[in-house]
């Protein structure tokens, strides 16, 4: 069965910290890794990996795909309060389906 | 450009009861997937729908039923509920079927008392 484990599943931090959240995945049939930002609904898209070695970054964030080893990192540098959210990975299947973990749960203190 | 968007935002049903959840896609995409996010947990993957049919499904029970109209909205289903299927119901649009980004609406919070 296909699975997706984030670890660790809480983390708090203090703001200008930086931190590592971890994504390991088991997948018969993978196309691509999506990590999402879910700060009170609706997650919003960060980054989209299908190849490995190759890093995703955009300002204080950024990811990497390792689909020898499977799994996945975001790194978040000098957090602020705003990073505060839970951040979910996932993967995306041959049919277009994504298969979530459950989530990391990040709390940035001032 | 608006965004996916799904109504209503909160509902709250009895056991037993049937329920109704609407989304429609961002400007541009045809292909629609449902989600259910219970409490402390990642999203679910229920069904996907494009070109008015269901294409994929993921482990959940016949109760739950859906449709896509032909300007690509969408609809959710769920007879019968049971107190388990209070949850975030998560509505998803991508481009087409080929395309691995999914954008997410705002959700649906559905209370079953």
């Known amino acids: 069965e296909d699975k997706v484990v984030q670890s660790p599943l809480s983390l708090v931090v203090h703001e200008g910290d930086t931190v590592t959240l971890n994504c390991s995945y088991e997948v018969t049939n993978f196309r691509s890794l999506l990590w999402y930002k879910q700060e009170k609904k609706a997650p919003t898209f960060l980054f989209m990996l299908t190849s490995s070695g190759i890093e995703k970054k955009s300002g204080r964030l950024s990811s990497i795909l390792d689909k020898k080893e499977l799994f996945s990192i975001l790194n978040i540098t000098a957090t602020q309060t705003g990073d505060s959210a839970i951040y979910l990975c996932?993967?995306?299947?041959?049919?277009?389906?994504?298969?979530f973990g459950g989530g990391t749960r990040l709390m940035v203190k001032p | 450009d608006a965004g996916v968007t799904q109504s209503p935002t909160h509902l709250i049903k009895t056991r037993g009861q049937q329920v109704t959840l609407r989304c429609s896609p961002k400007?541009?995409?045809?292909?629609v997937s449902w989600y259910q996010q219970a409490l402390g947990q990642g999203p679910q993957f229920i069904f996907q729908?494009?070109?008015?049919?269901?294409?994929q499904r993921g482990n959940f029970p016949d109760r739950f039923s859906g449709h896509q109209f032909p300007n690509y909205s969408s609809e959710l289903n769920v007879n019968a509920l049971l107190l388990g299927d209070s949850a975030l119901y998560l509505c998803?649009?991508?481009?087409?079927?080929?395309?691995?980004?999914?954008?997410f609406g705002p959700g649906t919070r559905l209370t079953v008392t």
């Open positions: 729908y494009y070109e008015e049919e269901e294409r």
């Open positions: 996932s993967f995306n299947n041959a049919g277009n389906m994504l298969t």
């Open positions: 998803a649009s991508s481009l087409d079927r080929r395309s691995y980004e999914q954008y």
């Open positions: 400007s541009g995409h045809d292909t």
